[in-house]
């Protein structure tokens, strides 16, 4: 449902993809958190978290219950699925269905934070992995039901990036809280992240040399065209294969000088994980299981789709998006607002843009 890598340029700063697939569309909102807002997070039964922002982000958020038309969206009612801040640390939300379970929901006396909020809570509050990873030792995380999810307990795991090219994975698998360093700076889905880095070892073989020429017996055989390095590469969207062409694409493809042309690189890499409607379709009686968002059901055959993709230049702090309605991304500067002085949020659909028409221009 979501492949996440990092890429390095031929300088070493480091940029992100990332995907994300569902089979519907959400109404998905792009945010403005500023540095010095205050936040909470309020777990049931337990004391509340609550901080104020020292950095401001941009993220794609959703809101945590069904929106009415009657209640404007606030910074504590959206939660974030992919951001980043003014330092260059970014957050990304992954589905995790082996989440279920409860990572020592607490007496009434323990100060708990929901999972559901640790974006906004990592992102306004640290600079680096190693930071986030100290706070988190000591941090009581909550597994809480999702309302928009019709109840199902927070599904996720989350990886966070920095601008030095630090990366770790929390993960909760049935509620027993990991948190993993990531030393190919890749994620998707299940099985767990620890079982995704053993599987590496069965693709050893891997490279990006073209083997095209080889002799059996007399018989010289050659290709008739480039490419053959990739024949050994799993061909699947399961989460598996996905992680497997990540780390290899995110290894081998060529490192970039300029950071323009690094972005640029990335937009190529995310190409390969992007999924249209009906390439694989789930029908009842044979697919898989897909998240239903209250009062998103859909009647139609369930066929995930990339509903949108990511892209953050760490080192520069610029966050590009495009949604499954076109081809081209939509640039925000992040560290240009820094001085924005409250919370604002825009649905994604207005502000992503469409295909260019130049037709006038040789008019």
């Not at 680096?128 to 996720?156: D, H, N, Y």
């Not at 360093?181 to 995704?196: L, R």
């Not at 083997?211 to 290709?223: D, E, I, L, V």
């Not at 998240?291 to 990511?310: K, N, P």
Request: glycine share 8%; net charge negative.
């Amino acid at each position: 449902m979501c492949t996440s890598l990092l890429y390095f340029d031929a300088q070493n700063r480091a940029y992100l993809g990332r995907t994300l697939e569902l089979s519907i569309d959400l109404p998905y909102q792009v945010s403005v958190f500023p540095a010095g807002l205050a936040m909470a997070s309020v777990v049931e039964g337990c004391k509340p978290v609550t901080w104020t922002s020292s950095h401001h982000f941009v993220a794609v958020t959703m809101p945590s219950a069904v929106p009415r038309e009657d209640t404007p969206f606030t910074s504590e009612g959206l939660k974030v699925l992919e951001g980043l801040n003014g330092a260059g640390l970014t957050f990304s939300v992954q589905s995790y269905p082996q989440a279920a379970g409860e990572d020592g929901i607490p007496d009434g006396e323990t100060v708990a934070l929901s999972a559901a909020d640790l974006g906004a809570w990592v992102l306004g509050q640290f600079e680096t992995v190693e930071e986030v990873k100290a706070a988190i030792v000591s941090q009581p995380v909550a597994l809480e039901r999702v309302p928009i999810l019709g109840g199902l307990r927070m599904p996720f795991h989350f990886a966070v990036h920095d601008a030095r090219g630090k990366s770790i994975v929390i993960e909760f698998h049935h509620g027993a809280r990991t948190v993993y360093d990531n030393p190919v700076g890749v994620m998707t889905n299940a099985p767990q992240f620890s079982w995704h880095l053993t599987n590496l070892n069965n693709y050893t073989f891997l490279d990006n040399i073209d083997r095209s020429k080889a002799n059996f017996g007399s018989y010289a055989a050659q290709q008739s065209g480039a490419g053959i390095a990739k024949a050994g590469l799993p061909a699947s969207d399961t989460s598996v294969d996905r992680f497997v062409r990540a780390a290899f694409y995110a290894e081998f493809a060529e490192k970039q000088a300029e950071p323009d042309r690094a972005v640029q690189m990335v937009a190529h890499i995310m190409n390969n994980f992007d999924r249209p409607r009906g390439i694989a379709v789930d029908y009842p009686d044979q697919g898989s299981s897909h998240l239903q968002v209250q009062g998103q059901v859909s009647e139609e055959i369930a066929t995930e789709f990339t509903t949108w993709t990511s892209l953050s230049d760490l080192d520069r702090k610029l966050f590009f998006l495009r949604d499954s309605g076109g081809m081209n991304y939509t640039r925000l500067d992040v560290g240009a607002l820094a001085q924005t002085p409250e919370f604002r949020s825009r649905p994604m659909a207005q502000m992503l843009a469409g295909m260019k028409d130049v037709t006038a221009s040789f008019a």
